[in-house]
């Protein structure tokens, strides 16, 4: 399972010109799951996602974690995390893992990050979405669950 997260002051996300999840200060949660991805895969990078020190404290550095700042989550389902670009010049996603699997692994992931008790939004699994974020920093970071 692959999480991209990017620190922002604030983000959303659309679907048909109609906000479906929005959030201020926090991190917003490009979520790729592959097809042999579970519910370890899950407990790792939600439990990574959660205490990673990505906030800075008073000197700049990064000292504090998404917990520690009660900062929000928009998380949102993003399968091309696992695109592979070796042959030709289009992407294949055979890594990927097929959606009705995948939808009740995302669901399992976005209610394991409702357990910490911060404010979690999402997008909808398999629309098409319009993400808008204010970068942070900027501040860019994959986690993955098979590294």
Do not use: H
Not at 8 to 21: C, E, L, P, R, Y
């Amino acid at each position: 399972m692959r999480i991209l997260l990017q620190r922002v002051n604030s983000a959303s996300v659309k679907i048909a010109d109609s906000v479906v999840g929005e959030i201020k200060k926090g991190l917003v949660c490009f979520v790729g799951i592959a097809v042999d991805d579970d519910s370890d895969d899950i407990d790792y990078v939600v439990g990574k996602t959660l205490g990673l020190r990505v906030f800075n404290n008073k000197e700049g550095k990064f000292d504090f974690s998404i917990q520690d700042v009660y900062g929000e989550l928009l998380v949102v389902s993003q399968f091309t995390l696992y695109a592979n670009t070796q042959k030709g010049k289009r992407p294949s996603f055979t890594t990927a893992m097929p959606p009705i699997k995948a939808s009740s692994l995302f669901d399992e992931t976005v209610q394991k990050f409702r357990a910490s008790g911060l404010k979690v939004e999402t997008g909808q699994f398999q629309e098409e979405m319009e993400v808008s974020l204010e970068n942070d920093g900027p501040v860019t970071i994959m986690i993955d669950s098979k590294n």
